[in-house]
Structures are given as C-alpha cells and as structure tokens.
C-alpha cells in the first residue's frame, strides 16, 4: 500500500510543469524526502510484523486418562503449571480420558495447533496417540509409552527414577525390624517393574535376609485398592512400603508403619510416615521446549533419555 502511494505520488509531481532550475530541484528534494519516508513506513510495519510474531506464546496442551492427583500425571501437570507461571507458556489438560474418548480428545488438541501435546499413552493410549502425532507432522508430541520414538514428531517419556528407588531399598533394608518389607505398584510393565526391582535389589544388597511382598493394583489409580494391598501385606508382617501408587499412606498411618513415597515429594501428605521418596522433575523438558521452540520439541524425537531424566 505504501509502495503504491509512493509511486502514484511520483507520477504526480512528475506531471508538474516546472521550467525553472529551482523547481526541479524543489521536485527532487520532495522525491527523496517521500523516498525516505516510504522507507521509514515499510520498517516500521516489518518491525510491527516481527513484533506481534515474537509475542505469540508457546502453548501446551496435556492429557491424562487418570485423575491429576495420580503421581505420574500430577508431576506433569505441575511442569506445565510451572512453566505457564514461570514462562508464560499457554496451557490446558483434560483429565479422566476415557480409552474410548482418548483420540477424539487428541485430535481436538491437535486441530486447534498447539505447539506441544504431552501425556500418558500407556495401554489404551498407545495406538491413538501415534495415528494422531501421525496427521499432525508440524506438532511435537510427549506421551508416555512403553514403546519407541516416532520420527519425525513423536517422543517417548517416562521417569528415569529407578537409581532413587534403590537408595530407598537400600535405607529400608537397614532399617526394617521385621525383614519383610512391600510394595505396592501399579501394573507389572516394564516401566513399573523397573522401580519395583530397584528397590528391592537395595534392600536386597544391605540385607540379603529380607523379604519383599509385591501387590499390584491391576490399575493406575485407585486409592482404596491400594490401602488394602497395603493392609494385608501389613498383617502379614510388613514393617516398610514402597508406595509406587497413591492410596498406601492412610494404611500406614493406621498401622503405625513407615512408607517411601514415589514421583514427587509426598512428605507433606503423611508427615509422620513418609521416609522419603524419589522425586521426577518434568519441568525441565518444558523449559527447553519453550527456549528453542517448537522446531527443538520437534528433535526430541531422537532421544527418550532426553526426556526421561528427572
């Protein structure tokens, strides 16, 4: 627009009759000076460009097939959280996904373009999410899987917290009365037996007396299912849980045993039961996204430590 009236102003001041040697250069000051003008106008409206281009947030959209107070989502939750507090970054989740509604919430989220879609895809998740990243090449996509990376956009996460867990192994083998100590987990998959094994291998290796009794709730989140896991494994003499799923600490506070909490730091939920615990951080995989952008997310999809380590 401004290139045009610049031109239609030329053509103008050419058409004016000027004979005399100031005239022409009267005509040729006011050319330069609408040359510089025009110049000055076009910078500002690239500036103006670049401008509301850098001002677009980075966004995040999250989701969980289980409540966020699930320590595996609720750590991810609170990156975003975090991030959109600390970073600025947009962020929305859904919570609670039904197997049978986990694509249709996906593509929503992907129709509507956001930068980086994470989750859980474990089980009932797992074939969704990689027909969706699969549509949507431009969108870096997170979930955890317990399967690979997808060139060019899908990666795979999950906490690299097992050396943690062993260290509780190790404290509660020196610590249990009674040689037998429990754990209460999710789903015997690989990626929940690897913290399952690992403390016990620390117990195992301060204490090759002890015992360890392993219930699985058959689920990720069920609280009640786990507190009767952790009662009858406290009745059958158990001294020291492992919680690796949420729900074990109210059978311990009854039964006056301790426990080791898992993912985040669950002290404050059960002060007097809670040893300690390993904790995952995930907001560091956010923070790099939102540094380098989309086209860095984009990358991860090379590397699951990447995004694994806590």
Not at 146 to 174: K, M, Q, T, Y
Not at 206 to 229: C, L, M, S
Not at 234 to 248: C, K, N, T, W
């Amino acid at each position: 627009m401004i290139a045009q009236y610049f031109v239609t102003t030329v053509r103008k001041i050419k058409s004016i009759a000027v004979e005399d040697c100031y005239g022409r250069k009267r005509v040729l000051f006011l050319l330069v000076i609408l040359l510089v003008a025009s110049l000055g106008f076009i910078g500002c409206e690239k500036k103006e460009v670049v401008e509301e281009k850098q001002e677009q947030p980075f966004r995040i959209a999250a989701l969980f097939q289980t409540a966020i107070e699930e320590p595996w989502d609720g750590v991810i939750h609170q990156a975003c959280l975090q991030a959109q507090k600390e970073l600025g970054v947009e962020y929305e989740f859904t919570e609670k996904i039904a197997a049978a509604d986990f694509e249709k919430v996906l593509r929503e989220y992907a129709e509507r373009g956001f930068d980086l879609i994470v989750g859980d895809a474990f089980l009932a998740g797992e074939d969704p999410a990689r027909r969706v990243a699969k549509d949507y090449p431009e969108i870096a996509f997170a979930f955890g899987s317990e399967f690979g990376p997808v060139a060019p956009n899908f990666s795979v996460l999950d906490n690299w917290i097992h050396e943690p867990a062993f260290l509780c192994g190790v404290i509660a083998g020196r610590m249990t009365k009674s040689n037998t100590l429990g754990v209460v987990a999710a789903i015997p998959i690989g990626e929940v037996n690897r913290l399952v094994n690992a403390f016990k291998a620390g117990a195992l290796s301060v204490n090759p007396a002890t015992k360890v009794k392993i219930a699985y709730i058959g689920g990720w989140f069920d609280p009640p299912k786990a507190k009767e896991a952790a009662l009858a494994q406290i009745e059958a003499g158990v001294d020291l849980i492992y919680a690796e799923r949420f729900g074990v600490f109210e059978a311990a506070k009854e039964r006056g045993v301790l426990a080791f909490g898992n993912m985040s730091d669950q002290n404050q939920m059960a002060p007097d039961v809670v040893i300690s615990g390993p904790v995952w951080n995930m907001y560091r995989h956010n923070r790099i996204c939102h540094r380098y952008g989309k086209e860095r997310c984009l990358g991860f999809h090379g590397s699951r430590r990447m995004v694994h380590d806590g």
